[in-house]
């Protein structure tokens, strides 16, 4: 399946969850349809062959959830998804630009609008910064966070040890440096 | 089921699914009946299993699937596999052989 292919399965995955459902049913359905068929043909009564079909099967309920979600994960890999954001966000970042340049700005609502351009310019700059700093595409964002609070807590304790800086975090009496100046 | 054990059936799976489909379009139903059949009736399969596995190797692009009209003029869906999916059941049989081959001669050690 090409990419766009996935792509639209997916998008319809999201946007057709019960087309998706009821297709995976009649797909299971089907099955054990076949199935029963089979059994009616090796001699058993057509209750015992349902029944017989059902357990061969195992648990529907639970194959028919599992397929689905399937259907609704994204069909390619991370880093297929970063390129793709990186894209949207370079092509709004454009499109921002070129609205703002034709934009008038001797009314209110062009005024306005001019701003919210402006900020959404200043928005992907930052990220964009921050992606080459980090050599991370935008999606990276929340790890970026998470890092810089990762280093936050570094700086307080380890570092301060590890060079001797002092500015441990709490003293013998768990006091904070800051609550040391004060008491 | 330990995490490993389950990994290694569903690779096997998988590769037994590419394998069905590699002599011609199959239902889901179909995907079983001949596993089982090429298998000499040796490797039986929880049939509800095939299904995840089907839909996990659309979503790589191995196989692709289209609603048709079964044997018995019913609505089914049939897969067959693309042309990565050729490429993929290649490597998985030559990875397959490396292993069996690497076990058998570890258990052969005396």
Known sequence: MSLIKATNRFLHAWRYPDDIAREVEAELSFHIEMRTRSNIGAGMDPDEARLAARKSFGDFDEVKTECCEISRSLPFNSTVLKMGVYLILAVLAGGTALVTVNLPHHNLSGVLWQLVAIAVLARAFIVGRRSISTRQFPIGIFKIKRERFHNDKVFSSDVSEKYGVGIAAHDEQGRTPVERMFK | ?110
Do not use: C
């Open chain 2, 1 to 110: 089921m330990s995490k490993a054990k389950a990994g290694l059936l569903q690779g096997t799976l998988d590769m037994l699914i590419l394998k069905a489909l590699f002599l011609g379009p199959l239902h889901g139903y179909g995907i079983g009946q001949r596993i089982a059949q090429i298998s000499g009736d040796e490797l039986k399969i929880e049939e509800g299993s095939l299904y995840p596995g089907l839909y996990r190797l659309e979503r790589r692009g191995w196989v692709e699937s289209e609603w048709d009209v079964s044997e018995n003029n019913q609505r089914a869906k049939f897969y067959k596999l693309t042309r990565t999916g050729r490429k993929q059941l290649i490597i998985e049989e030559q990875n397959w052989e490396r292993l069996a081959s690497a076990t058998m001669k570890a258990l052969r050690a005396s």
